[in-house]
């Protein structure tokens, strides 16, 4: 890195300098570390060795980290460039000039649908070197990776923001403003306006921190080296601004427009009311708890999304479901596009992604019938039709048959006819499968069932597996799970944290 940070001697434009010296920082962005913060391991650490090394690349690394690094890295790198200064070491000539950056505009350049922003912020060095940053903000595709809480809870629902998935840099400030113009003003599909400054900030520090909360963003290759740039920009918009929040959907509101869906002249062709009416039910869930609030936006990208991804991975459809959902879909799309004012062209071009996406959805969607599993085995382990959690329930209570005696009492019981999601059933198939065991291990055993059943944290069945994945055999990762929670108490922040260190563990043998 501090190879790489001899570059900076070179240039002589504090913008090349601070790009530079994001790259660098940009090179560990987004990984981890089997013990502490990566910022911390590599970062901070970073400072200390350019201290070290005394040579005026070292002193335009610590320039460069001082504006850009987080805040700890900030403060050791200037007081240690402040030495190397003290000792004679020559500064790069863009020293004086790096940090020193006013806002000038924002504008936003956004499709119909709502599915990306590319925010636009200008900026220049007192009136010099013009430059503008674009931030593509992603709003259709970060509720697939967030994790989502009660659907219907007020408190808690994030704010309809998305997520940052690239960005770049252009010197180009004017050709750029006059194509995004252009662009909204020649096509249906797409809008051009000016942002206020401070709800731009507003908006870009909580797309930020969603990115960077995510394990494995699905960003663009190139972003962890803008990634320390883009954070400096953002913070120097000024502050105050509000993000938009969205409509509370209740369970009643929910129903209410289920309601009015099915008594619409689109939803008259339906042959299947009650399909339908499952079926509408998941897209108005789906579009509040994985679209930030949003049941009547309609794209092609989320109707695919919603098709393809969300439920073959998340909802256990019936046969007749399985045939209704697509054209309950696109009878969704002409009524709620019509309700929120999509351009025809946008609803034509919705309607013609659902339909290539249907031909793909029947082999997308794998009942589990199709895997020999049986029907009424899979029907106890998902009462909910949470189709994610059959795995992790089957891991939890696999033995879900036979018959056994409980311990201290008369006659048999039959596996079978156990609920796996009552606490008195679950606890007796935990008995079953422990033979002999005291009270207390039942109860840390019906513990982590528990939350295994319900898949909290997420990290505990992600743990879980890779547990599996290097060899370790089922009763000895329940036992390490069992572990994990007894040291980690009430702490949520600490049990991620154990069980972070726990999937990094070598394989036995």
Same mark, same amino acid.
């Not at 220049?124 to 992603?138: C, S």
């Not at 609920?419 to 065991?437: Q, V």
């Given at each position: ?25 940009g ?6 570390v ?6 911390e391991?590599?970062?901070e650490?970073?400072?200390?060795y ?8 070292a002193?335009a ?21 402040l ?22 505009g ?24 013009r ?44 050709t ?28 870009l ?17 190139n ?15 000024p ?60 794209s ?5 999304? *919603?098709? #393809? &991804? ?5 909802? @256990? !459809?019936?046969?007749?479901?399985? =045939? /209704?959902? %697509?054209?309950?879909l ?6 709620a ?33 199709? *895997?020999? #599993? &049986? ?5 106890? @382990? !998902?009462?909910?039709?949470?189709? =994610? /959690?059959? %795995? ?15 311990s ?31 009270e207390?291990?039942?109860d ?7 939350r295994?059943?319900?898949?909290r944290?997420?990290q505990?069945?992600t ?24 040291r ?17 563990e070598?394989?036995?043998?």
């Amino acid at each position: 890195m501090l190879h790489h940070a001899r570059e900076l001697l070179a240039v002589r434009s504090p913008l090349d300098a601070e790009l530079i010296v994001s790259e660098i920082l940009g090179s560990w962005w987004g990984h981890r570390v089997p013990d502490g913060d990566v910022e911390e391991v590599i970062g901070e650490a970073l400072v200390d060795y350019a201290g070290a090394r005394r040579t005026p690349a070292a002193l335009a690394l610590l320039t460069g980290m001082a504006y850009m690094g987080t805040p700890r890295q900030a403060a050791k790198a200037e007081r240690a460039a402040l030495e190397l200064m003290a000792g004679g070491v020559a500064r790069p000539g863009w020293a004086d000039h790096v940090g020193m950056v006013e806002p000038e505009g924002c504008f936003v350049s956004r499709d119909v649908y709502g599915d990306q922003d590319s925010i636009v912020c200008t900026y220049t060095y007192g009136g010099t070197e013009r430059h503008a940053l674009v931030i593509l903000v992603d709003r259709a595709k970060a509720g697939a990776v967030q994790p989502s809480g009660d659907p219907f809870a007020p408190a808690g629902r994030p704010p309809a923001i998305g997520m940052v998935r690239d960005a770049w840099v252009s010197s180009r400030v004017d050709t750029l403003l006059d194509h995004c113009r252009r662009e909204g003003r020649d096509n249906p599909l797409m809008r051009f306006e000016e942002l206020d400054a401070r709800d731009t900030k507003a908006l870009l520090q909580s797309a930020l921190d969603l990115t960077d909360d995510i394990d494995d963003p699905p960003v663009n290759e190139n972003f962890g080296s803008y990634h320390a740039f883009v954070r400096a920009r953002v913070d120097i918009l000024p502050p105050g601004g509000r993000l938009p929040q969205p409509p509370v959907y209740g369970r009643d509101r929910r129903a209410t427009m289920a309601a009015r869906f099915l008594a619409s002249d689109e939803a008259e062709g339906l042959s299947d009311l009650s399909a339908a009416s499952r079926c509408v039910d998941r897209i108005i869930d789906y579009g509040c708890a994985h679209d930030f609030g949003r049941p009547l936006r309609v794209s092609p990208v989320k109707c695919e999304m *919603f098709l #393809l &991804d969300w439920l073959p991975r998340k909802i @256990l !459809l019936s046969p007749t479901e399985q =045939e /209704a959902v %697509p054209h309950v879909l696109a009878a969704w799309v002409r009524w709620a596009g019509k309700r929120t004012g999509l351009p025809e062209e946008g609803i034509r071009a919705t309607l013609d992604a659902l339909w290539d996406a249907t031909a793909k959805f029947a082999e997308a969607y794998r009942d589990p019938a199709a *895997f020999g #599993l &049986d029907p009424g085995l899979v029907a106890r @382990l !998902l009462p909910d039709g949470d189709l =994610e /959690a059959l %795995p992790r329930r089957a891991f939890a209570l696999p033995f879900l048959s036979g018959t056994h005696r409980r311990s201290g009492r008369h006659g048999f019981i039959n596996l079978s006819k156990l609920d796996p999601a009552d606490p008195d059933d679950r606890r007796a198939i935990l008995e079953f499968e422990h033979p002999g065991a005291d009270e207390a291990h039942l109860d840390a055993h019906e513990r982590l069932a528990e939350r295994l059943w319900d898949g909290r944290p997420t990290q505990l069945w992600t743990t879980a597996q890779a547990l599996l994945d290097v060899g370790y055999e089922r009763h000895e990762i329940l036992h390490r799970l069992i572990g994990v929670l007894d040291r980690s108490g009430e702490d949520a922040d600490a049990l991620r944290e154990a069980l972070r260190v726990l999937r990094h563990e070598p394989p036995p043998g």
